[in-house]
């Protein structure tokens, strides 16, 4: 079955810490992996997309292949990342979605 | 920029009521979505659209449900006889390209609330 996977649904750190969110997935053939974001009373949107290797507000995400993952990862976090993200693959199917909150 | 917009932003329905949640997908997009998130819970896809058609549904998206459609603008989604768990927030999302590639973009939300 074609599935992602996002094992923590609560993930907090201090501003300045580095952030890794993570995402599995399950998919046969060549996925493509997406990470929305959905902060406080705004829509959800795209932050990036594994296709496109860009970095995003200092996200970036990397497709390995061999761990069948997608995580997300930002060096240094920001009051302003705290928000729900979701995981999601080609089929536009999300993941359980993960809240990280930024302490300050 | 253009937006998915989306009404209503709130109704409320007695249980066994039927429900029509409208979406304005961006103009030159051809694919459409309809996505439900249950209170505290992840975003749950339910159906896609293209070519005036279903594409793809979850096993959420049972007979009580429909989308449509109707004219060159609007997607809807239909609930015929509303149940009290199908109090949700419905998100509808639109991409202009194919399946596996292309952002979604999302409208707000229309948050229904069953009694």
């Known amino acids: 079955a074609q599935r992602v996977t996002q094992p923590e649904k609560l993930l907090s750190v201090f501003k300045g810490a580095p952030v890794e969110l993570k995402c599995n997935y399950s998919y046969s053939g060549s996925p493509e992996l997406f990470w929305y974001v959905q902060y406080s009373r705004q829509r959800l949107q795209l932050l990036l997309r594994?296709?496109s290797r860009e970095s995003i507000k200092g996200f970036t995400a990397d497709l390995n292949k061999g761990e069948t993952s997608f995580h997300l990862k930002k060096p240094f976090a920001q009051e302003e990342d705290s928000a729900m993200y979701y995981c999601?693959?080609?089929?536009?199917?999300f993941g359980a979605g993960t809240r990280l909150t930024v302490k300050p | 920029e253009p937006e998915v917009t989306q009404t209503p932003s709130h109704q409320v329905t007695q249980m066994g009521q039927e429900v029509i949640l409208r979406c304005v997908p961006i103009?030159?997009?051809?694919?459409f979505y309809w996505y439900r998130q249950i209170l505290g819970q992840k975003v749950e896809f339910l159906v896609s659209?293209?070519?005036?058609?279903?594409?793809?549904k979850s096993e959420i998206f049972d007979d009580q449900f429909s989308v449509e459609r109707p004219d060159g603008s609007n997607f809807t989604l239909k609930i015929r006889s509303t149940k009290l768990e199908d109090s949700a927030m419905y998100f509808c999302a639109s991409r202009w390209t194919g399946k596996n590639t292309g952002e979604l973009f999302f409208g707000e939300g229309s948050r229904l609330t069953v009694l």
């Open positions: 999601a693959l080609s089929d536009m199917r």
């Open positions: 103009s030159n997009h051809l694919y």
């Open positions: 594994h296709i």
């Open positions: 659209f293209y070519n005036n058609e279903i594409s793809e």
